[in-house]
């Protein structure tokens, strides 16, 4: 087909049926890719042991932080990479290969032997594991955003790229729910000496489904008109609009660290510090995550009526007023339903970015460096603060000064809330009008 005829098909405008299927088609995949990257988290309290010498409960859990922490820092190269990829190939392309690395990721870690077995070799390959998986989810998040939100009309931008988080989350919940279930299957002793390899199997092959569900997908409208141009060095490109960079990483900055903080760390922190048993504090993350992932489209939707930098800046100003208030309540409570209430609050302030921080940052970069002006510093932003959250927090307890941590969060909230206060609102000032 020449350019004049796919030119002229891309001209005619897609049903609401043809835009929720590539929607669809895209999102399984994220869930999928999400889904495989928070099952270390969901299962690290179980697998810890394997990898690591026998010590204390907080040592071990610092090591796997710390390499939670080492994937996060392969997500800026992973947003470099697949984003001039996207840009340049498309965004098919690139979600393609993005859920292909993390197949691989998945399948070293379940098969890796524990480290009575290969010793050092052990922590090493769930390094390499991590890396790749980092590289995959760092591509994953700009290309996910940017196809989710070029595929979507003008007047719903925000309700439909708010299915980015939805399909996040529902990885996150799909995690708990195996965990769940293995956990009333098996006894801890089983969980820990092999039943923790049963989930990373499960997410290689889901892996395998999502490629083949990909590779069905329509390229955007957006890129099959300007793909054919004439194109500089994309990172030049960048550069060229360093307020826009700066103002993804302010953006992100708190609401990354309030996401991370709140869903995968909670798990740990109502164990490690509130006491509670591994079974009741899964039950309390699965229960507030699922009702957190049906606020997305809620709020997503909101956006497209009242405008994004409100519903951020209400983020903003409750993050920091109510932090240390939710923190350190939850540090003393005795109850089920006390500890779910709390983490609740904490996630219903946070929808306030979640569901459209995507779509914000797409509307902020051209057509040219969509892919890789959203995905480069948010990934970055989120490798310095989303991914260190559990090890600056479980570090912030092993000084004995937790509180720390709880100020260590409303300061980088506070921080983005400035930027929120200063910015355009992009439902009005959005690049992808251009289109």
Known sequence: MDNSSTL?????????????????????????????????AAFSLYFAKAFFPQGDMTAQLLNTAAIFAVGFLMRPIGGWLMGIYADRKGRK?????????????????????????????????LVVARLLQ???VGGEYGTSATYLSEMATKEQRGFFSSFQYVTLISGQLIALAVLIILQQTLTTEQLESWGWRV???????????????RRGMEETDSFTKKKDKPKESLLRTLLRHPKEVLTVVGLTMGGTLAFYTYTTYMQKYLVNTVGMSKDDSTMISAATLFLFMLLQPIVGGLSDKIGRRPILIAFGVMGTLFTYPILSTLHSI??????????????IIVSGYTSINAVVKAELFPTEIRALGVGLPYALTVSIFGGTAEYVALWFKSIGMESGFYWYVTACIACSLLVYVFMKDTRTHSRMNQD
């Open 8 to 40: 002229a098909a891309s001209a005619e405008p897609r049903t609401t049926s043809q835009r929720i299927k590539s929607i669809f088609s895209g999102s399984v995949g994220n869930l999928v890719e999400w889904y495989d990257w928070y099952v270390y």
């Open 93 to 125: 392309a690139a979600l393609l290969a993005s859920v292909l690395l993390m197949c691989f990721g998945s399948l070293i870690i379940a098969l890796t032997p524990s480290y009575e077995t290969i010793g050092v070799a052990a922590p090493i390959l």
């Open 134 to 136: 980092g590289l995959s």
């Open 199 to 213: 989930p990373f199997f499960i997410g290689a092959l889901c892996a395998v489904v999502a490629m083949f569900l």
């Open 334 to 347: 005795e109850t089920w339903w006390g500890a779910f209430f709390l983490i609740m609050a904490a996630l």
